[in-house]
């Protein structure tokens, strides 16, 4: 057996919006390609707490969250995540005890510690919450007290959430979230799907220093990678220069709306642009089914990760949902 056939495949939805589309299309993208991966065999669904941007519409996460849950019904749904920053613990513990109390065995919280957003709506999210990055330890102690057993005399519960006991995962682009995963033995996924820098360290503190917990004995690390998986190479590079667009609309403050591929980024990026993009997008999996085995099966070699969870923001839904047949292929091969 290969790597690639004994490793779990998860999605990671940013539910992209094209430019000629709304809000509305996408979220129905969401249930389609959510419903397509549970009959392909994959093990989870996440979409992603992002604000203030037009090309994203996983806003409300907790929401779609059951959207998705209510039209699917093996698929494990969370999130990846929920910026807590963002919110008091309690509403997420409610938010994600309602989910887990409709769909038990199916809910799953993956938590940030960044804002997912600037300094102008997060305050429009937050008004006068003081709420940080440095409050995250702690705030991720009190959502595992809410979804845990009531306790005597406990003074506030989650209701619902109290004794549902959400899995909890936590995510990070930094080593700041490995090393508390590790110390309070939680499973771990790395953002490199967007910041591969300091992948093989966050994943060696997280090793190194993992103590077993209630709820995991052993490390446990998810990756993020960007696919383009097509039945070329060629299609494959053309499809992705709609994700290297996104990826430059990021980087210049532009609609991040999903363009048409273009022949040629030529002219469309300039040479430090490029550069870049091809430095945020440095775990991508890109290319026809031979090359994506390839990058696969050595980024496993490289990494001995135990689940990989793809983005997948290509133009055309029916391409995106053929990149994740083709992976399904692989695995299955």
Not at 85 to 99: D, I, K, S
């Amino acid at each position: 057996m290969t790597r690639l056939s004994k490793t779990a495949l998860s999605v990671l939805d940013l539910v992209p919006i094209r430019d000629d589309g709304d809000a509305t299309q996408a979220l129905h993208n969401a249930l389609t390609l959510a419903r397509h991966v549970e009959q392909l065999g994959f093990s989870r669904y996440w979409v992603a707490e992002h604000h203030n941007m037009d090309g994203i519409a996983s806003s409300a996460t907790s929401v779609l969250l059951g959207y998705l849950a209510a039209g699917t019904s093996t698929l494990r749904l969370g999130s990846g995540g929920i910026m807590l920053p963002n919110h008091a613990p309690l509403v997420v513990a409610e938010q994600f005890g309602t989910l887990a109390s409709l769909y038990p065995g199916r809910i799953e919280l993956g938590l940030g510690r960044a804002p997912g957003s600037d300094q102008r709506t997060a305050y429009a999210l937050r008004r006068d919450r003081l709420g940080s990055s440095d409050d995250f330890p702690r705030d991720v102690e009190e959502l595992q007290h809410y979804f845990g057993p009531q306790q005597p005399a406990q003074g506030v519960i989650a209701m619902p959430g109290v004794g549902t006991e959400v899995p909890i995962w936590l995510l990070g682009s930094s080593l700041f979230s490995a090393q508390l995963a590790a110390a309070k033995g939680l499973p771990y996924a790395f953002a490199s799907h967007f910041a591969p820098r300091y992948v093989h360290e966050a994943i060696r503190l997280y090793r190194e220093n993992f103590k077993p917990s209630a709820v995991l004995d052993r490390p446990y690390v998810m990756l993020g990678v960007p696919l383009v998986a097509a039945d070329s190479d060629d299609e494959a590079n053309y499809l992705a220069t709609t994700v290297y667009q996104r990826i430059l609309a990021l980087f210049r403050g532009d609609s991040l709306r999903l363009q048409p591929p273009v022949r040629s980024m030529e002219g469309v990026w300039l040479p430090h642009e490029k550069e870049s993009v091809s430095s945020f997008l440095g775990m991508a999996v890109i290319g026809g089914p031979d090359k994506v085995r390839e990058r696969l099966e050595l980024l496993l070699e490289k990494t001995d990760a135990d689940e990989l969870i793809f983005t997948c923001d290509v133009y055309e839904q029916a391409d995106r949902l053929r990149a994740f047949s083709i992976l399904a292929d692989l695995k299955g091969g």
